[in-house]
């Protein structure tokens, strides 16, 4: 989902030029207080790219999932754009930075997203029958790097519900993953248009993906509010060769963390990315708007085993199940951080050597891109930040490295 709740670009433009008018920028008011505590990350930098920049033909934004690939020291970029000028695309990219700086991106390639029928997806103004205008949000290399992983909103008004599909590097298609029946748009029940799969996870065996909901089931209870963190979001593992769902957790989020400050707009909170963090724990980023107040996040830590298995429950009750605890790793609020719209993370290198800023030569570093929307009141923002592992060190930054 794009923040706030996108129906389309052209509405999402409008709603925040309009909370910008003649005011400072809607993401520039005052943070939310941050909760007391130390965080587990250290900031080592921001980037920016401005807005409109135009790389290969194509205007890059919408950057909501990124990954790492190790042996090839790139970056893989989605966009979510879904307008009628540029293709469904992904863009590679070298990132470079020390302990105290992140220097700007370095876009060395694009690549347009294929159909299983070997064209480029249409853009939403011109769909093709029988085929659904993607909405992708999360993307993840797989092993060996020839091909990615990567999940698509779905395209509801047009009866497609949310896709998991493999690509080449190229952009070519692979093959889709079937996904349960579940995840299937439903009459009352079934995710919410627009807030399905924004997160996704692949574990260090390289076959099984975490793929996150970032709203609740409608049949689960509401979304967060300012007085409420709502009804859990289920985040579930799906063995990627047969697309079996293996298990599934109820995550709670937390209440929006800031009420609006206009009399009418969104205010809202939902998981906008997951990542693996060894072979049973995730990291969880929760992304909150409200109109007038701005974006905020929040990352957690979550053991996977400590949530019961909810694959079977029809509806989450307060009473059937029992979510894993959360152990807060950063409020960027905290960090001194004006956070925009944080959409991806992945692990980066880790740090090459210490002593600065309290570092240490090979700690783990996590990187975060923000989606802009495409609105020029915004910025495409990339943070990188060291990981002050809560276990003490584990000597793996990486989403597909060998668990400890």
């Known amino acids: 989902m794009r923040a706030p709740g996108r129906a389309r670009r052209v509405l999402a433009q409008a709603l925040l030029l309009a909370m910008a008018g003649c005011a400072p920028l809607a993401t520039r008011l005052p943070p939310p207080q941050p909760p007391a505590q130390a965080p587990l990350l250290r900031l080592i930098g921001t980037a920016t790219v401005p807005p409109l920049t135009r790389y290969g033909g194509t205007t890059v934004g919408g950057l909501s999932g990124i990954d790492y690939n190790a042996a090839q020291d790139t970056y893989l970029l989605i966009s979510d754009d879904r307008s009628s000028h540029d293709p469904a695309r992904i863009y590679t990219a070298r990132l470079r930075y020390d302990a105290t700086a992140l220097a700007p991106p370095e876009f060395t390639g694009v690549h347009t997203l294929l159909h299983a029928g070997g064209r480029p997806y249409a853009p939403w103004l011109r ?97 967060a509010t300012p007085a409420s963190g709502g009804a859990p979001v289920r985040i579930t593992a799906i063995d990627l060769v047969s697309g079996q769902a293996l298990r599934q957790i109820a995550y709670p989020p937390d209440a929006v963390p800031q009420a609006r400050r206009l009399p009418w707009g969104p205010q809202m909170n939902g998981v906008s990315e997951i990542l693996a963090d060894g072979a049973h724990h995730l990291l969880v980023l929760e992304r909150a708007y409200s109109a007038g107040a701005g974006f905020a996040a929040r990352l957690y830590r979550i053991d996977t085993r400590a949530g019961s298995d909810t694959l079977a429950l029809d509806a989450l009750t307060p009473v059937n199940h029992h979510s894993p605890p ?35 030569a090979g700690s783990c570093v996590l990187v975060f891109v923000s989606d802009d929307n495409f609105n020029p009141a915004q910025v495409t923002q990339f943070i990188a930040a060291e990981y002050l592992d809560p276990q003490g060190g584990h000597g793996r930054c990486g989403t597909t490295a060998p668990s400890p």
């Open 127 to 223: 769909a093709h029958p029988g085929m659904d205008v993607p909405d992708a949000e999360a993307v993840r290399w797989l092993p060996g790097g020839a091909q990615f992983v990567w999940t698509s909103e779905g395209d509801f008004s047009r009866g497609f519900g949310p896709q998991l599909r493999v690509s080449r590097a190229d952009g070519a298609a692979v093959r889709d993953v079937a996904l349960p029946a579940r995840f299937a748009p439903q009459a009352g029940s079934g995710p919410r248009s627009n807030g399905t799969l924004e997160g996704l996870a692949l574990a260090p065996d390289g076959r099984t993906a975490w793929l996150s909901m970032e709203l609740p089931w409608r049949q689960d209870g509401p979304p």
């Open 326 to 360: 959360k152990t807060l790793v950063a409020d960027f609020a905290a960090l001194g951080l004006d956070v925009d719209n944080l959409e991806g993370m992945t692990w980066g290198p880790s740090l090459p050597g210490g002593g600065a800023g309290g570092s240490t």
